[in-house]
């Protein structure tokens, strides 16, 4: 069965960093585009994206120079790496799958709970 799961959350301080792991199982992600989301007070929000064809990357600006997405195909992961956290970072996080970037979601993993403490 198809399925993302993603990992790697917690709790960090103001201006720390942390990095988000997203697996896929039974499908690969280069075949993909993956994007990754955030859910806080507000609106469920995208933060980045990241080809399956090419590897390009896009991003919000809010998270430009700071957010990093990579990919790691061996090992069937997309990665979010996120430096000098801020109080607005705190959220469940998503990845989801996309045909291409910013094309509409085609399947959500579960979310993973970061907060920044101040």
């Known amino acids: 069965q198809a399925q993302l799961v993603e990992s790697g959350g917690g709790v960090v301080q103001f201006g720390g960093s942390l990095r988000l792991s997203c697996t896929a199982s039974?499908?690969?992600?280069?075949?993909?585009?993956i994007g990754w989301f955030r859910q806080g007070p507000g609106a469920r929000e995208g933060l980045g994206c990241i080809?399956?064809?090419?590897?390009?990357?896009y991003y919000v600006d809010s998270v430009k120079g700071r957010f990093t997405i990579s990919r790691d195909s061996a090992k069937n992961t997309v990665y979010l790496q996120m430096n000098s956290l801020q109080a607005e970072d705190t959220g469940v996080y998503y990845c989801?799958?996309?045909?291409?970037?910013?094309?509409?979601?085609?399947?959500w993993g579960q979310g993973t709970q970061v907060t920044v403490s101040s």
């Open positions: 989801a799958t996309q045909w291409p970037c910013g094309s509409s979601v085609v399947s």
């Open positions: 039974g499908f690969s992600l280069d075949d993909y585009a």
């Open positions: 080809n399956g064809t090419d590897g390009s990357t």
